[in-house]
């Protein structure tokens, strides 16, 4: 049996995940690569972050969206499971913006983290 969870995220762009992962000094392992996980379970994912306790947090594409997978009894993080999807969350959806948004020509003017912890940006494009 299976000790692995899979929870579902919004995450679509690998190039923006990888971004918000380094953005939180997270170091990962670009696959495909094997998640190490209960009595030498493995499941393959684009991107592993590798703990000490040998047990790995992967994201693995399903068709739609890019999952998180670990065995959760492991998770060796100074974060929560929701605490750390959360702050990857909001990462990815920055890095997301700051692509697309240069793609259609805008730069950013400010960047501004508030104390809520939320992220003010300004764009602009001049025509």
């Known amino acids: 049996m299976s000790h692995f969870s899979n929870i579902k995220t919004k995450i679509r762009n690998l190039t923006s995940l990888k971004s918000a992962l380094k953005d939180m000094d997270i170091d990962w392992k670009a696959g495909p690569i094997a998640v190490r996980g209960y009595q030498g379970q493995t499941q393959t994912a684009e991107v592993v972050i590798e703990q ?17 997978v670990a065995d959760l009894q492991y998770w060796k993080q100074p974060l929560t499971v929701d605490g750390f999807l959360s702050r990857l969350t909001q990462g990815y959806a920055v890095h997301t913006i700051l692509n697309e948004t240069e793609k259609q020509g805008f730069q950013v003017s400010e960047q501004q983290k ?10 602009q494009r001049w025509s």
């Not at 508030?114 to 992220?119: A, L, R």
């Open 52 to 68: 000490e306790n040998n047990y790995d947090i992967g994201f693995s594409w399903n068709g739609s969206e890019y999952e998180l």
């Open 114 to 123: 508030n104390e809520d912890g939320s992220i003010r940006l300004v764009v």
